[in-house]
Nanobody, 124 residues
């Protein structure tokens, strides 16, 4: 059974940084495309970033380009989201997701595995 556990969320002032981690159980992590999504109350879950199986390719939503970096360490079964220059509108619960498919997508449907989320709050 695949299990995803996020960590690293917290409260930070605008302009600050956080690094989220997602530890994945299972022996086939290297074959997963991984992604981060986020959600605020009353809104749909939205795509943040994705990384290919090997970690060699990445994909971001426009509003986080240049500020966030997704990376994947297959040796540690962990995916990261480095978030710099945070803004109040980045406040959300951040979810890690995994898919055995090879395509990075911004749609949540194809992702088979999900963590429970970690809260990120950015104060102004």
């Amino acid at each position: 059974q695949v299990r995803l556990v996020e960590s690293g969320g917290g409260l930070v002032q605008a302009g600050g940084s956080l690094r989220l981690s997602c530890a994945v159980s299972g022996r086939t992590f290297s074959s997963y495309t991984m992604a981060w999504f986020r959600q605020t109350p009353g809104k749909e879950r939205e795509f943040v970033a994705a990384v290919a199986r090997t970690g060699g390719s990445t994909y971001y939503r426009d509003s986080v380009k240049g500020r966030f970096t997704i990376s994947k360490d297959n040796a540690k079964n962990t995916v990261y989201l480095q978030m710099n220059n945070l803004r109040p509108d980045d406040t959300a619960v951040y979810y890690c997701a995994g898919d055995r498919g090879a395509t990075m997508t911004s749609r949540s449907g194809p992702y088979e595995y999900w963590g429970r989320g970690t809260q990120v709050t950015v104060s102004s």
